[in-house]
């Protein structure tokens, strides 16, 4: 167990949907992360937050965004569902933003657009 | 431009046989940072290393062991006495320096290694 929880685990929804995902970091930890794991992509970096500020952004659409709140945890919200959306969406932590951190991660939310 | 090849798209061993899982990167940074992560049947990615550029020594963990080359950009993982519990996909990924603002991970395409009893 990494210490980083996801809700829901499952998600199944319809194509023009929204959905909303959670995650909350590991104790202490500041900074989070959100992936996207697809057959075609394979394992992707979404965004970063770091103590509540937007800190790298990567191939991230604009039907989607996230935030991190106060308490540190972060939703990552998805609109305007497309049947390519459909993947398993990680979120990760670190204790700071640095890339000498390790990230550890979520058990992942597998989210299905039919 | 950044980018880390895992060329083994899949390796199947039998049980006890040591396997190695190959790993090239290529970055334009001198400081970066390399990883391997597990990713079980059960879907969760977990860390297993990681590794400094300016620290080519490498490491031994019980049965597993890592090897740096910078001088061929690799990162290669080993597991000696390969067990069926090894059975999972395997990511290399690197983490670049530039300004130490930022630490998105780069990902291979993984490997699965399945081992048989």
């Known amino acids: 167990d990494s210490g980083v929880t996801q809700t829901p685990k499952h998600l199944i929804t319809a194509t023009g949907q929204r959905v909303t995902l959670r995650c909350s970091p590991r104790s202490g930890d500041l900074s989070v992360y959100w992936y996207q794991q697809s057959l075609d992509q394979g394992l992707q970096f979404l965004i970063q937050y770091y103590n509540g500020e937007e800190r790298a952004k990567g191939n991230i659409l604009e039907r989607f965004s996230a935030q991190q709140f106060p308490d540190l945890h972060s939703e990552l919200n998805l609109s305007s569902l497309e049947l390519g959306d459909s993947a398993l969406y990680f979120c990760?932590?670190?204790?700071?933003?640095?890339?000498?951190?390790?990230?550890?991660f979520g058990p992942g939310t597998r989210l299905t657009v039919l | 431009a950044q980018k880390v090849t895992q060329a083994q798209t899949e390796i199947s061993v039998v049980e006890k046989e040591d396997v190695t899982l190959d790993c090239v990167y290529e970055?334009?940074?001198?400081?970066?940072?390399l990883f391997w992560y597990k990713q079980p049947p059960s879907g969760e990615l977990v860390f297993l290393i990681r590794?400094?550029?300016?620290?080519?020594q490498n490491e031994i963990s019980g049965r597993y062991s890592w090897n740096f080359q910078k001088s061929t950009s690799s990162f290669n993982f080993t597991i000696t006495a390969s067990q069926v519990v090894d059975s999972a996909v395997y990511f290399c990924a690197l983490s670049e320096a530039y300004g130490g603002a930022t630490n998105k991970l780069i990902f291979g395409t993984g490997t699965l290694l399945a081992v048989q009893p």
């Open positions: 590794r400094n550029s300016f620290d080519e």
């Open positions: 970055t334009r940074d001198t400081t970066y940072y």
């Open positions: 990760a932590s670190s204790p700071l933003g640095d890339s000498y951190n390790e990230q550890f």
